[in-house]
């Protein structure tokens, strides 16, 4: 079936390091990729985006690239803050019959000044 | 700008007892959906619609029921609460149908059950 994986949290880093947390899918068909950002007592927001194999969503300084080849979605940051500490989800949309949005666990990121 | 709006922010009910969530945009999006949070579990679909006067079960539709007379608004009804149903629950909204755009979600109502 249609699933998606991400790496268990929690992660912990040191403000100003790289952060990279890892997503893997399996779908039929082509799906839609996003990364949702949750703070502290708030709803999830959309972070980033992809639509098509090889397109790279952007955001905030957060970056992931959509690989076709190795089914994954993975997300970075080059320099961590304090305030992205929070939980990122991980998503795909496709269509099966409708389209239906599927939502990998969450990732809990720590980030320590 | 108020996107999508959810009340109660909290509840706490004892077993039986039933509720209404409410749930309000203003984006004129015609897709709506509810979703619980559980620890370690994502989240999961109860229900959806894709207009007013349309809905459909999601992954997890049992001990709910939902109605959609508006396009703004979409109130999640639980009919004899139990245990199992705490936890958190996101209301979200989409301009295309199964947030394919990606989804505006609100800020979640925590209920508890007792």
């Known amino acids: 079936g249609n699933s998606v994986t991400q790496m268990e949290g929690p992660v912990t880093l040191s403000e100003e390091a790289f952060l990279t947390i890892n997503c893997t899918y399996t779908?039929?068909?082509?799906?839609?990729l996003f990364w949702y950002v949750q703070y502290p007592g708030e709803g999830l927001q959309l972070l980033l985006k992809a639509t098509k194999a090889d397109d790279k969503g952007s955001n905030k300084g957060f970056e992931a690239t959509y690989r076709k080849e190795t089914t994954s979605f993975h997300l970075e940051k080059g320099s961590v803050q304090v305030s992205d500490s929070a939980v990122y989800f991980c998503a795909l949309s496709l269509n099966t019959g409708g389209f239906k949005t599927i939502f990998g666990a969450g990732t809990r990121l720590f980030v320590k000044a | 700008n108020a996107g999508v709006t959810q009340t109660p922010k909290f509840q706490v009910l004892k077993t039986g007892q039933s509720m209404t969530l409410q749930c309000a945009q203003d984006m004129n999006h015609e897709y709506m959906s509810w979703y619980r949070q559980d620890p370690g579990m994502g989240l999961r679909l109860i229900h959806y619609?894709?207009?007013?006067?349309?809905?459909d079960q999601g992954e997890v539709p049992n001990g709910y029921n939902v109605s959609r007379s508006t396009t703004e608004d979409f109130p999640l009804r639980l009919l004899s609460a139990a245990p199992s149903q705490t936890s958190v629950y996101f209301c979200?909204?989409?301009?295309?149908?199964?947030?394919?755009?990606?989804?505006?979600f609100g800020s979640g109502t925590r209920l508890t059950v007792v």
């Open positions: 979200a909204s989409s301009q295309t149908t199964g947030g394919a755009s990606g989804y505006t």
């Open positions: 779908a039929t068909g082509y799906p839609s």
């Open positions: 619609s894709v207009g007013a006067g349309i809905t």
